[in-house]
């Protein structure tokens, strides 16, 4: 009987080496197991056979494994001793490659974690990508993002059936009293679906409902968990208590939870009452919408549904016509502002690693070459090739997690650095809406992804390097060594090309950001930053509007009497801060514009000596007086961009103007004022019109106080001159003028600062890779150069020699470099102020500073070398 | 040259089977399918190995140093190839020793509490 060919097979289940050692013996066994069984079952046998061999090999290949494991465990111990001690022999490679890889990965993660915590960030509302922000929109007027008149917002809510809820939100006041005080503390005014929309649910209490919709309902608010715990003292049952807020006593009916956020962190949000809302003017744009949309619904659909509904309603309404709605989502609205600049960050950062693998590689391949001869003698010792390697790639992955263990303790320092230079808010663009910038921690998730890209790069960089480390052979690898390593190195060369290419890239990148933010700084923002205090003033909302002027003027008189103070005067906001304020315009003495084709501009309500306090300069004509200041308003101020517009040639000043309001009818023209930078440097100044504020001014306005000296030195003697005018009313957002550029600077400064400090890290570790590459080139030409100078060549030909020869790899670099960088920045041109992509002194500056620091990075190996002792260098090898 | 207690120590006690297979190739040297035919007939068929079994015990051994194997024979029938010829080491013959005398340790302890039964002459 001969066995069958299954129990054949199974001896292939041994390892190959048992199986070249005994499976021809096996064999022979098995086959006389099969001779000698007759009698017996067939079957049993088989299986007896077969049991015997399959677990006979389990147990063989079980074996294997355990030692395998065991004598892994006990050579990665040899090995890693031996690592280390190599490591500590070479100080200069071991902590030029932590180094790099310190700065790369330090700077990736603290970019990516901020990019990851701002862009990527999700608002902790369920299901985030359905929230939506519907905006009033005109774009034939300019108007892309504005605001909702009440009523229709309620008709919106009412018919859209592409949104499941909508809510109108507009920026409110909190007004309380705290050590006898009036404090604002800003408050979000909510219609009562507000929380359904973001499927948010109080803390604690309950959130508006059916009971809080109409005016007769009792007055009522929700706060903030930090409002909770630092006015209310966290008390458990402070839902249900009274508190005094605007003067007048609200029910807490519930306490937000502690992360809520919607547009920044309201501390309190009141009620809008839909009966309000439904009977305000159909043209008093005001709320923004914010709108949760139905299941399957997309923001393009709402849009659309939107509009056709608005469409409708002016049909019977012409002063909406021209009138679209725009939705679109709120997690994409949110980063719209700062979305260039973290690409720009992102791409920088990214630059820079490239940098610093182009860097690694050479670094692990100089190190490679020029430990041919000692991996040579290890193997002619007896090591394996496989040992040899195992070596070198745990060299290297060291090298990788500890660079990125630095790399994420710079990250851990620089983030909070970097999110303080960041802006507390950013608008959303082309509206008045601003969202905060939220503060950054080290992401977990890029933090351990920077780790474990460390340590691939480690190993991976040191895999090109490892064939030329192997094929050393112990005869080659001492003697002639010095030639074949100069061979070997010239490959070196591209990888200088590419460091030197991509931090050119970076340098003209930071050149062009640095030229762009100095434009937006020096830009003319066409008020005065220095020596003007400016805060928010009363709430004052519930008085007629001659009592509000009343109350303004007497706040000017008292402000005026403090010493120091050369002159005052009130605005509706303080600007730079994206607020917009619009009205509509018609012209009495042109035909009135065709329906839905109506004028709608900027307005601004302000007092005599608002101008002179707040440094605008009167162009033509004259600015407004003290006389215009009482009774009806009959005359008004434009600026420069209004009279481009509306008037071209056309003579302004005598010209005649209606505003929508009733108090503000027939208005002559008396003077024209520079363009003021309301939305910020970089954005061009709206077509404003300027009006006495007293035909109908807001309850809360923007004060500005013109101070000899430093405004802070006068905050505690204006605050006191505004209260000595009513001691009840909230003055909030005092800031130097200074502060408010400098907040409207922040992103460029941003980005200037941090391009530039990668770029110079770029450049340095660029500079690092050259010295070591050249060192290294120039370093294996020891013996020639020491036979050239036994035999009369001077140092200092040498050492031309060397750095001359470097020249064509640093040419070819910048060039490189310039040409890509050009194409860059033509690619990011949107982010460039009043600078061209191909602006020649940022090229030259570029070119300059990296070739600078290349020949630099030559010229130090190049004096070493030619300073040796000739029969020394002879001998070294 | 005398070696250390510890290595001939280290590989006790032996298994049965690795007492057996040691004390077969010490009587007599000799290749695979003889060591199963002699293993079946010495153990009364109470120790049966087939292939997989067999060569564990004998790659066992090897590495242990406790044999190894001479140079390959031609089979008798002169067809085939060469066999190899297992045979005990040095160490392979004094942990042999070690051994019986071990057991032979615990033969005596058994007799003198009388557990040895009728086999007193």
Known sequence: MNPPALIRWLLRLY????????????????????????????????????????????????????????EGVRGAELDLRFVLRALRRSPGYAATALLTLAVAVGANAAVFSFVRGTLLHRPPYPEPDRVVLAWGSNPANGQVRDVV????????????????????????????VEEGRPLSLGALDVSVDFLRVLGVSPALGRGFDDRDRTSSAPATAIVSQRFWRERLDGDPDAVGRALPINGEPHTILGVLPADFEFLGRPPVLLPLRDDELAADDRTHHHYWLVGRLAPGATAGAATTEMTGILREIAREDPGLSGWSVLVEPLTRVSVEAVRPVLWILGAATGLLLLVAVANLAGLFRIRSLGRADELAARVALGAGRRQVSRVLL??????????????????????????????????????????????????????????????LAGVLLALPALPRALAARPLTGTGGSGRRVTGDA?????????????ATVLCLGAGLTLRSA?????TDLGVETEGVLTMYVGAVDDRDASGRAAYFREVLTRVRAVPGVVGAGVNDYVPLQGEDDFEGVRFPDRPPPPPGRGIREEWRRVSEGLFAAAGMRVLEGR??????????????????????????????????????????????????????????PAEPAPPVVYVPYQGEPRGNMALFVRVEGDPRAYVDPVREAVWSADPSQPIDRVFPMRAMADRALAIPRLTRSLVGALATMAVLVAAVGVFGIVGFRVGSRTREMGIRLALGATA???????????????????????????????????????????????????????????????????????SIDPQEAIRSE | MTRPAGDVERHLPLKA???????????????????????????????????????????????????????????????????????????????LRAETRRQAGLVEAARSLDLAGGTEP
């Open chain 1, 15 to 70: 390892p190959r080496a048992y199986r070249d050692r005994y499976g021809r013996e096996m064999r022979e066994v098995v086959g006389h197991r099969y001779a000698t069984a007759e009698g017996r079952s067939r079957l049993l046998l088989h299986l007896e056979v077969a049991a015997d061999l399959t677990w006979s090999a389990a147990v063989v290949r079980a074996r294997r494994a355990g030692s395998w494991i065991a």
């Open chain 1, 149 to 176: 008149s009440g009523p229709n917002f309620v008709d919106l809510s009412r018919r859209a059936e592409s949104v499941e809820a909508l809510a109108a939100v507009h920026p409110g006041d909190a007004v309380v």
């Open chain 1, 394 to 455: 745990l060299e290297s992955g060291i090298l990788g997690v500890a660079g990125g263990v630095l790399g994420l303790g710079v990250a851990w320092i620089a983030l909070p650095w970097l999110s303080a230079m960041a802006p507390a808010a950013v608008p959303i663009p082309e509206s008045a809406a601003t969202v905060p910038v939220l503060r950054s921690s080290l992401d977990p998730w890029v933090g351990g992804g920077a780790l474990l890209a460390a340590a």
């Open chain 1, 490 to 502: 010239r490959g070196t060369g591209s990888l200088v090309v590419a460091e030197l290419a991509v």
């Open chain 1, 518 to 522: 100095e434009n937006l700084v020096a």
């Open chain 1, 623 to 680: 600015g407004l007086e003290r006389r215009e200041m009482e009774g009806p308003p009959s005359t008004a101020v434009v600026n420069e961009a209004f009279v481009r517009k509306h008037f071209g040639d056309e003579p302004v000043v005598g010209g005649r103007l209606s505003l929508s309001p009733e108090a503000y009818r027939d208005l002559e023209v008396v003077g024209i004022v520079a363009d003021v930078r309301a939305r910020g």
């Open chain 1, 796 to 866: 200092r030909r040498i050492r031309r020699e060397v750095v001359v020869g470097a020249v064509p790899l640093v040419l070819i670099g910048v060039g490189v470099g310039l040409v890509a960088g050009v194409a860059a920045a033509r690619a990011a041109r949107s982010l460039l102020y009043g600078v061209s992509p191909q602006d020649l002194a940022s090229l030259a500056i570029a070119a300059l500073v990296v070739g600078a620091l290349a020949l630099t990075a030559t010229w130090l190996p190049a004096r070493r070398v030619s």
């Open chain 2, 17 to 95: 089977v690795h007492h057996l297979v040691l004390l077969l190739l010490a009587e007599e040297p000799t290749y695979g399918v003889e060591l199963l035919e002699r293993l079946d007939e010495r153990s009364e068929g109470r120790v049966r190995l087939n292939a997989g079994s067999l060569y564990r015990t004998i790659a066992h051994l090897t590495d242990e140093g406790l044999i190894e194997h001479a140079e390959a024979v031609v089979p008798p029938s002169g067809r085939g190839a060469p066999r190899k010829i297992y045979r005990p080491t040095e160490l392979g013959l004094e942990v």
